[in-house]
């Protein structure tokens, strides 16, 4: 749960993938790659090719894109970005997803956007992608309904450890998230036999200790710090072993991008901090109020409902780790 004149090219699927002289990339993922309010929206608000997903500039992948422009290799490389917010792993390969986003939705109503299809699809993934990084995998992690369970004084810990009927397990949740990152992979390469494939991991999120965040609004509200401590543990750091695992098994690059952030996490002074808040700051553009009727007016205290999702510092943290396992990659030939 993060941020430059693009063409509307750069982000959408090109009819011209895989031309010789140039290296094709493909950029898929989440909210955590897609931007969210770190820069202008791309496509351009009021551009009818808006799609709800919330790309924008100054995200990583547009940071990758112009330091790879500004230090060329031997030839262009041209990015197809199709990074989606709340994009879960089968997303990517198998699901149309129902983009969400509240930044001028058609008829005003953010559940009215079109179906997108699997992002490897709109993508146009071939034989001739070079290079494609991913990063997906945290939707399925309970951060929002461990904000929804402490604003009822229920431990998220205990309710996940023991969860009711119907209700998976954490355990259960990150099982599945193997299955489906292993499966995933799988069909990237099978798409894009002679690409490179680059997984990306999640940022320091939380504190080291969780009794290091005060609460309120600009961090995590009510949630526990033995409720953030498991989180952390337990949720967010055993999410990263898992993409770094299955990256192995299938001999792909992983990026880290959760060591370099340490110290800078949504706990942190709003000087330092890379991870925004329940209310954080955004662009204008961004909504004040959260969704599903969470009981927070960022308005109130000058904020945007900014949800847990890494602000422009961080993207220009992980630009430069991406870069290099691109530029390696495409490198390495």
């Known amino acids: 749960?993060?941020?430059?004149?693009?063409?509307?090219a750069v982000l959408l699927p090109s009819a011209a993938v895989g031309s010789t002289g140039r290296y094709e990339w493909v950029a898929l993922g989440d909210s955590y790659t897609a931007g969210l309010f770190v820069?202008?929206?791309?496509?351009?608000?009021?551009?009818?090719s808006r799609d709800g997903c919330d790309r924008t500039a100054n995200s990583y992948p547009d940071l990758v894109r112009r330091g790879l422009a500004v230090r060329p290799l031997d030839k262009p490389v041209h990015l197809t970005d199709v990074?989606?917010?709340n994009a879960a792993v089968e997303n990517v390969t198998r699901d149309r997803q129902q983009p969400t986003s509240p930044v001028q939705p058609p008829e005003g109503d953010p559940y009215r956007w079109p179906m997108v299809d699997?992002?490897?699809?709109?993508a146009q993934l071939s034989d001739r992608t070079d290079v494609?990084?991913?990063?997906?995998?945290?939707?399925s992690l309970p951060f929002g309904e461990c904000l929804e369970l402490s604003l009822s004084h229920m431990s998220c810990r205990e309710y996940y450890g023991h969860p009711p009927q119907g209700v998976e397990?954490?355990?259960?949740?990150?099982?599945?998230?193997?299955?489906?990152?292993?499966r995933m992979l799988d069909?990237?390469?099978?798409?894009?036999?002679?690409?490179?494939?680059?997984t990306v991991g999640y940022p320091a999120v939380l504190p080291e200790q969780g009794s290091a965040c005060g609460g309120g609004a600009t961090q995590l509200g009510p949630i526990s710090p033995t409720d953030i401590d498991w989180l952390r543990e337990d949720a967010l750091k055993a999410l990263n072993e898992i993409i770094r695992g299955e990256t192995a098994d299938h001999g792909d690059r992983y990026v880290d991008r959760y060591t370099s952030s340490v110290g800078h996490d949504v706990c942190t002074p709003e000087a330092t901090q890379w991870i925004e808040g329940i209310c954080g700051d955004a662009a204008p553009f961004w909504p004040t109020m959260p969704p599903g009727g969470l009981p927070f007016d960022c308005a109130a205290i000058g904020?945007?409902?900014?949800?847990l999702h890494p602000n422009a510092r961080e993207h220009a943290n992980a630009a430069p780790l991406v870069e290099r396992a691109v530029r390696d990659a495409l490198l390495e030939g």
Request: with cysteine.
């Open 1 to 8: 749960m993060g941020l430059s004149v693009l063409a509307a």
């Open 39 to 48: 820069g202008a929206p791309r496509p351009a608000l009021g551009d009818t």
């Open 83 to 85: 990074s989606c917010d």
């Open 118 to 122: 699997p992002q490897i699809r709109r």
């Open 132 to 139: 494609v990084t991913v990063g997906i995998g945290a939707i």
């Open 169 to 182: 397990s954490l355990g259960a949740k990150l099982a599945r998230i193997r299955a489906e990152y292993s």
């Open 187 to 198: 069909a990237i390469h099978r798409t894009a036999p002679h690409a490179k494939v680059i």
């Open 303 to 307: 904020k945007r409902a900014t949800l």
